[in-house]
């Protein structure tokens, strides 16, 4: 230990008590006079640089840094007097000669013309291991990862969202979050992060609308977010994992045209000639000359069958083609759609032994659009619900007011949908496995036409269930303007 000047706090606090609180110190402590000469340590600072205690006493401050950096270190001491600088990350030197990285604050004190420099040292090696770990986890993550501070600065972007967004190296850190939103979007953005940082909870990815996001080159990128927040000892960060959607878009575009090449080719070779054969069969049932019984039985057959068939063609067909708008729309009450639906179902419920409820709210509001076609979403809703749907069970349809739009629900007690089909299940021709498993009827075109003529309405569809339980479907339409 060396004699401080006695100035400030040195003036007020006892030397033995300022030495007790050095010492005391977690961080390693070391002074230097005016020429850079070492004047006091504590015993954590012959610890961190590898010195017996007392050892570095007179010896040269530039003794504990890089070789590399004592030449141009005296000039940059001169600097220092009247400054305070927190936190640098610097180089540590110890005597076996390995460097560890430190964080280094320095505090000076001026005695007239000469400068007394305190730094406060931490080895901060561990720390840097641990950020390396967490940076090849970053790294190794399947989507892009992008960390941001409370205020939206990136303080981390994974390998992968820097090659995504065109950017090399570390360019996006300490960068707004901002410069990979389009400009259009950036007021809204800012809004939606400030409501994340209040209420810091995982927001799972495909969790709200479809989202984009900006390239360096300027163009727009399809993606889908899931927020979490990252909790450290100083502050709560967000974690944003980005999954690029442009091939996913591009292959189910053409995946959608496919289908709808196919649908509507097949369809069109299959009507024509279903049309020719059942207006030759009423032809024949038609006929003033007597038929055998039995003819006539096995032709009223094979005619019921035709126009079961040609039903099933119409409805590919206007899958492939699901226009709504148009001459033909008009203003719709779909509690008399619900009823009428239901009336249709009631034999077959019945016949199932199934309690088909209806319940129709007098006053929802009316819709528009094409009639016929939202009584074909109602009936096929209904049509499912009855074929998965055990003797015993109810269906229960409503039509009621809900969130501002007209809604038509419709419940079952079936036997539900596993959790990883729900996704698909609009998808034409998808069937799910338990339908296929009990041989139901059908081609899975049904809730995939549901959702085309809805859509067309302008309204939505969702699907909720819960296997051995039942399923719910609900559909909301735009009310009738005026």
């Known amino acids: 230990m060396v004699a401080m000047p006695r100035s400030g706090v040195d003036g007020l606090v006892a030397p033995s008590l300022h030495a007790g609180i050095v010492e005391a110190m977690p961080d390693a402590v070391v002074v230097t006079d005016p020429e850079g000469r070492i004047v006091l340590t504590n015993p954590r600072a012959a610890e961190v640089f590898g010195w017996r205690d007392g050892e570095l006493i007179g010896r040269p ?5 890089p070789p590399r950096y004592r030449a141009r270190h005296p000039r940059l001491r001169r600097g220092y007097a009247g400054l305070r600088m927190n936190l640098l990350e610097l180089r540590g030197y110890r005597k076996d000669r390995t460097e560890f990285p430190a964080e280094i604050s320095l505090a000076t004190i001026v005695e007239g013309s000469s400068t007394w420099v305190c730094a406060t040292i931490r080895d901060i090696t561990e720390r840097k291991r641990s950020e390396e770990r967490f940076r090849q986890l970053v790294d190794a993550a399947p989507d892009p990862l992008i960390i941001t501070d409370a205020d939206g600065t990136i303080v981390l972007a ?128 038609d006929s003033a000359e007597p038929l055998p019984p039995n003819a006539r039985s096995m032709l009223e057959v094979v005619h019921q069958n035709a126009y079961r068939e040609l039903g099933l063609v119409n409805d590919l067909l206007t899958v492939a083609s699901a226009g709504t708008e148009g001459p033909s729309a008009t203003v719709v009450d779909m509690g008399d759609v619900v009823a009428a639906a239901a009336a249709q179902a009631r034999a077959l419920a019945q016949d199932r032994g199934i309690e088909l409820q209806v319940v129709a709210d007098p006053g929802a509001r009316a819709v528009r659009g094409r009639a016929h076609r939202l009584r074909q979403v109602v009936d ?37 949908i596993e959790p990883d089909e729900l996704p698909m299940v609009f998808e034409r021709l998808y069937r799910t496995r338990a339908a296929v498993d009990a041989c139901a009827p059908g081609v899975g075109i049904g809730l995939s036409l549901v959702r085309s003529i809805t859509q067309g309405h302008g309204g939505t569809v969702e699907v909720r269930s819960t296997p051995g339980t039942g399923t719910t479907v609900r559909v909301r339409l735009p009310y009738a303007a005026g």
């Open 380 to 416: 096929n809703l209904v049509s499912n619900a009855l074929k998965f749907t055990p003797e015993g069970g109810t269906v229960r349809v409503t039509c009621s007011d809900l969130d501002g739009r007209t809604t038509v629900t419709v419940e079952d007690t079936g036997v539900g």
């Open 158 to 285: 994974s390998e992968q969202a820097q090659a995504v967004f065109g950017y090399t190296g570390d360019e996006l850190v300490g960068e707004p979050i901002e410069v990979l939103v389009p400009t259009r979007y950036h007021a809204t953005h800012r809004a939606m992060r400030q409501r994340f940082a209040a209420d810091p909870r995982f927001r799972p990815m495909g969790a709200g609308r479809e989202l984009y996001a900006r390239h360096r080159d300027g163009s727009e990128i399809p993606v889908a977010i899931s927020l979490a927040p990252l909790v450290t000892e100083d502050e709560v960060l967000l974690s944003a994992s980005i999954r690029d959607l442009t091939e996913r878009d591009r292959v189910q575009t053409q995946i959608d045209q496919v289908r709808e090449d196919l649908v509507a080719t097949v369809s069109h070779e299959m009507r024509t000639p279903l049309t020719s054969i059942i207006g030759y069969l009423e032809l024949v049932l």
């Open 61 to 65: 401050i530039e003794i504990l840094m």
